[in-house]
Nanobody, 130 residues
Framework: QLQLVESGGGLVQPGGSLRLSCAISGFTLDDYSIGWFRQAPGKEREGVSCISSSDGGTYSADSVKGRFTISTDNAKNTVYLQMNSLKPEDTAVYYC???????????????????????WGQGTQVTVSS
């Protein structure tokens, strides 16, 4: 059974850091693209960062470039999202999602679109507030 479980969310002050984890079971990362998404109250779910496990390519939304970093630990079958210099507008429920690499668009800039992913975790809350 394919499963993604997020952890690492919490309350942090503006300017602080958090590292989110996405533990994967039921499949290995070798052939999958993984994306991190977030959804704030009253807003649509939006893509944050994604990574292709086949070639290690990454892409991030402009709003988080230079602050967030996506990475994988294939030995642990886990994907991370390191979030630095957090802002109140980063407050949201964060989700990880997976899709087979061959189903993803060739243009990686499109890999942050929700519609491309079939498998989703349950989410973890991140709140940035003083």
């Amino acid at each position: 059974q394919l499963q993604l479980v997020e952890s690492g969310g919490g309350l942090v002050q503006p300017g602080g850091s958090l590292r989110l984890s996405c533990a994967i079971s039921g499949f290995t990362l070798d052939d999958y693209s993984i994306g991190w998404f977030r959804q704030a109250p009253g807003k649509e779910r939006e893509g944050v960062s994604c990574i292709s496990s086949s070639d290690g390519g990454t892409y991030s939304a402009d709003s988080v470039k230079g602050r967030f970093t996506i990475s994988t630990d294939n030995a642990k079958n886990t994907v991370y999202l390191q979030m630095n210099s957090l802002k109140p507008e980063d407050t949201a429920v964060y989700y990880c999602a997976a899709q087979k690499d061959f189903k993803m668009p060739a243009d990686m800039t499109k890999n942050l679109e929700v519609r491309h992913y079939d498998y989703w975790g349950q989410g973890t809350q991140v709140t940035v507030s003083s």
